[in-house]
């Protein structure tokens, strides 16, 4: 066993040494927390919640209206098709309907509602609980249950539905799979690329466990484990990366194992923290936009990526330590065989000599994949956007066949001081609503002559409120998923400036304090905005124009901002990496060309390879069944791609060579007001 030195050294060689001493016990106590949180997350389960509850809107004003009149418990329906006419199959309907009656936590089954031609019904079930509550077993035998209806072909819709219908896809391990090859290739060795990858699924597993327990007493959406893993093992990867390509820098520098992990997590190290913080930042910027829904999925990405951090500082050096002679082995080994960064010197040499022809082109790039954002529209998914196939798009397509496009839809008027049967008159003379039912109490139900999907049934809406109901005597109000959806993104193109402001403004402060500079965090902010955008707009074409084949159709109302929030983090991660080194270079020579030519030279090949790592781990989710985590997955890989190929090797390069000098420029006045945080240790 290697003696362990203790050395001076900044605040993260302090808690490196004492992971190299104490290597097996920092490990130990990783596997512990690993297994004692997913024990106690298996024996208490899981209480995540969905709500898009928007206090103050019309459309939850309704929902508030209608809550104590509405029966508790989840529904879903059966829908039922034979081309001779339900009424010669009533017999084994009847009898599969009866079986159903039977079965557990089913409350109630309605008789067949039939189509004007008889070939298409529907019978609605309503169960004892909500659909999380339901045992997913149970869930089960209903459907199996409920296609047992001799000759009739049967198709199911509703929450429980949907529940078992997502099969969640091989997403993660492709992308950890994918994450792993490319580390072999980088490093060469299954050893080294393993470590990074090791470190990511202990940081992610652990938080995984705390977030499964904690949901039971926060509100806490269902789509945030799939979505944590997708950030966490992206960032874990990519934090434990850069440590230790830094790692073995400094091994092929001279230094011994125990210094050349010291030296890494002072450096590189602090990279991370500061990468980690401004990614929690932009997170926690989501608290401002004040939208219940998003709150505990923002906490729990957030602390995915602070225990990214931790575990980067922690259990990495542990893992050095214990694999040590192994990995220097094969480091030097490696090195002889080529020289480290000369083609990215070559390739910054190009960018200096004509740096407004890259960034020409980058620009070019960004701002073309930005326009189509203009034309995102937002809404809420519903199973018109399942995939082709599923008994949740077959029940919508009969439905919609059976009793036209907006049956699945409606729109609920709601009024305590109008009078329900003029109501009823007006909506059914105006364009756009196919059909009217009588009053029920104070509500009215209008079923539009176009799907839930269609752009035309959010006009309809806002035609609605501010054109027809204002007519009649009375006050109206307009709900329904559809009206949900239209007041979802009114509220947050409402509080986006907000929002944009704390985040932006935020960052680009951390980012003035540590590399002292004013032009720096300008360059970020602007890039990383037009990184988002171009995102944004590529993600528009695919999901909302329908290309490659995608169901084209409106994005999920909150994907947008929780893309801007983690891509906006990620971005700033790459600009730490890059400049950091480069202002270590300028510190050290005072050249600004040098500097430039170095840093990309020393961390071009960690930022592609942690770029193309992100990119596979996002764009796995691709494959993903669910439309929504398909949005998360192509913004975010989009977005990455482009930080580090286009604005990272061309851009930034050609930015900073433009600036030369001027680039580290901070007023005096300034720089003796602001504190003092340094990426780099002082010489």
Partial sequence: ???????????????????QRHRWLAVALWALVLIGVTFTSQLAGSAFHDDNSLPGTESQQVVDLLHDTAQSGAGAQIVLKADGGLAANRAPIDTMLGEVRSLPHVRSVTEPTLSPDGRIGYATVTFDAASTDLPYDDIVKFADTAKRAGPVEIALAGDPIERISESGGPAEGVGLLAALVILVFLFRSLLAAGLPVITAVFAVGSTLGVITVVSHFVDIASYTAPLMMLVGFGVGVDYALLIFSRYRTEILAGHDRDAAARRALDTAGRSVLFAGTTVIIAL?????LGLGGLRGVALAVALTVLMTMVASVTLLPALLSLFGKRLERGIRRHALRREHGKAWRRLADGVQRR???????????????????AGMRLGFADASTDPTGSTTRQAYDLLAEGFGPGFTGPLAIVTEDGDTDALQRKLSSTPGIAQVLPPMGKTVLAFPTTSPQDEATAELVTRLRTDVLPTLPGHYLVGGSVAAATDFADAVADRLPLFVLVVVGLSALLLMVVFRSILIPLKAALLNLLSIG??????????GDGWFGAQPGPIEAFVPVMIFAIVFGLSMDYEVFLVSRMHEEWRRTGDAQLAVREGLASTGAVITAAGAIMVLVFGAFLLDPSR???QFGLGLA???????????????????????????????WLDRRLPHLALEPAS
């Fill in 1 to 19: 066993m290697d003696t362990i030195t203790r050395t001076t050294g900044g605040g993260l060689a302090r808690p490196a040494g004492w992971a």
């Fill in 284 to 288: 926690l910027g989501l608290l401002a």
């Fill in 355 to 373: 740096p407004l022809a890259p960034l020409a082109i980058g620009l070019i790039v960004l701002i073309g994949l930005s326009i189509p954002a």
């Fill in 534 to 543: 171009a995102s944004l707009g590529v993600m528009t074409l695919v999901f």
């Fill in 628 to 630: 929504m985590l398909a």
């Fill in 638 to 668: 989009v977005a990455v791609l482009l930080d580090a190929l286009v604005i990272r090797c061309l851009v930034v390069p050609a930015i900073m060579r433009l600036l030369g000098a001027r680039a580290w420029w901070l007023p005096r």
